[in-house]
């Protein structure tokens, strides 16, 4: 395993945002998706929403984009927009059957596939640069409580407390 990078020497504020659980997972997740839409839109001209739309796609061909934003944990509005993008490039497109609805579900197209295949290769690479440090064991640990977790989101997204 290679040593784990050091950043600069962090504030008292960072050390204590680095001890909540919701800080970290929010941070990796942001640099994972800045860093992934960097290489994907200099490369493919992809952004990581039209990325995410054509890995659902991939996985659930002629899925809607409401099922897309439900599984991924989009916004409509930012999956519309993934849509328009992907379609007007000639990556997915509607299927036959709802071709002309208001509401449509969508396939990759071939050209889709291939660019998706390609992209899949940046995705890999960065988990696989993630999970350097940790052993195959606690990788098989972290993604099992990474799904327990994420099991929980629904509670998350309903929580509307009633006083701040």
Known sequence: MSPARQSPSPSSAE???????LFLIGAIANKLVISGSAV???RLGLGFTEYRIMVMLSLEPGIAAKRI???????KAAIS????????????EPTPETAGRRSQAFRLTA??????TRATKVGREHERLLMADLSADEQQTLVGLLQRLHLRTADIEAFRPEAL
């Open 81 to 92: 927009r993934g849509v328009r993008a992907l379609e007007a490039a000639g990556l997915i």
């Open 69 to 75: 934003g439900e599984v991924v944990g989009l916004d």
């Open 111 to 116: 050209e889709g596939e291939a660019v998706y």
């Open 15 to 21: 050390e204590a945002l680095k001890q909540r659980a």
């Open 40 to 42: 994907l839109r200099q």
